[in-house]
């Protein structure tokens, strides 16, 4: 997960000229993740041109921290089963010396 200050360093990168794969390895994010922060960027900046749409409202997406939408993800269950694995695992990890 970036934060604010990822965010805004993939836009110094990419501004600067790096690649996305440049871009990544400086900080040690996933390319497809500075793309698309990237390509998130662009997109506001032409909307920026825009009279029809308010200039603050875009300028505040484009400064905002990254958000993430976790609704649509599974709940994982914490079974017996799971409970029982994590007591072997303990019980292995007790008797290395």
């Not at 400086?26 to 497809?32: N, Q, V």
């Not at 939408?69 to 029982?84: A, P």
């Amino acid at each position: 997960m970036i934060n604010l200050m990822d965010k805004h360093a993939i836009i110094r990168l990419k501004n600067q000229g790096y690649s996305n794969r440049e871009a990544a390895k400086i900080l040690k994010i996933d390319r497809k993740t500075i793309g698309k922060y990237w390509n998130e960027y662009k997109d506001n900046v032409k909307k920026l041109d825009d009279p029809n749409l308010g200039r603050a409202l875009i300028q505040e997406k484009i400064a905002k921290a990254p958000s993430y939408d976790s609704s649509n993800r599974k709940k994982v269950k914490y079974t017996k089963e799971v409970d029982d694995y994590l007591d072997e695992i303990l019980a292995m990890e007790k008797k290395i010396p």
